[in-house]
């Protein structure tokens, strides 16, 4: 008997530290890839970079996650989610409110891994508030589910 809340929580860092542990590997072996056809890459740029996508990995994650609570069906629940998503997607090229959006996150760690300046805070602020309102979003409604 396990609280239902536990459970998502508990499916949400399971399924993120699937992500995190592909992200190191991949990462890994981006940077031996390209230390061995160019030059090391600056550490601390990459490590951004790749922390940078994982929160925007955990983001998509998080919305998944509620959508499979609102829907019973997979199908369903994966056509809401690349729903949301290119609605997310679209609505961060609109000029200027485009910052504000996760897509700014990729772009943001781009910038960071080429030396170039600029940050994008607000995307990720608002990123960690998808998560936040995701989760508890999931939580709400699966409280008043029948299983």
Same mark, same amino acid.
């Given at each position: 008997?396990?609280?239902?809340?536990?459970?998502?929580?508990?499916?949400?860092?399971?399924?993120?530290? =699937?992500?995190?542990? $592909?992200?190191? @590997?991949? =990462?890994?072996?981006?940077? #031996?890839?390209?230390?061995? @056809?160019?030059?090391?890459?600056? %550490?601390?740029?990459? @490590?951004?970079?790749?922390?940078?996508?994982?929160?925007?990995?955990?983001?998509?994650?998080?919305?998944?996650?509620?959508? $499979?609570?609102?829907?019973?069906?997979?199908?369903?629940?994966?056509?809401?989610?690349?729903?949301?998503?290119?609605?997310?997607?679209?609505?961060?090229?609109?000029?200027?409110?485009?910052? #504000?959006?996760? =897509?700014?996150?990729?772009?943001?760690?781009?910038?960071?891994?080429?030396?170039?300046?600029? $940050? #994008?805070?607000?995307?990720?602020? %608002?990123?960690?508030? @998808?998560?936040?309102?995701?989760?508890?979003?999931?939580?709400?409604?699966?409280?008043?589910?029948?299983?």
């Amino acid at each position: 008997p396990l609280p239902r809340g536990t459970f998502l929580v508990a499916k949400f860092a399971a399924l993120g530290l =699937g992500f995190a542990g $592909s992200l190191v @590997l991949s =990462g890994a072996g981006a940077f #031996y890839y390209t230390a061995v @056809l160019f030059e090391p890459p600056d %550490i601390v740029k990459w @490590l951004e970079l790749n922390g940078l996508m994982l929160l925007f990995f955990l983001i998509h994650l998080a919305i998944t996650l509620f959508c $499979s609570t609102v829907s019973r069906s997979n199908v369903a629940a994966g056509a809401i989610a690349l729903g949301i998503a290119v609605v997310l997607s679209a609505a961060g090229s609109i000029p200027n409110l485009g910052d #504000y959006f996760p =897509g700014q996150l990729t772009t943001w760690g781009f910038m960071l891994a080429v030396g170039h300046g600029g $940050s #994008y805070w607000p995307a990720a602020g %608002i990123g960690l508030g @998808l998560i936040l309102a995701s989760l508890l979003g999931a939580w709400a409604i699966f409280q008043r589910q029948e299983l």
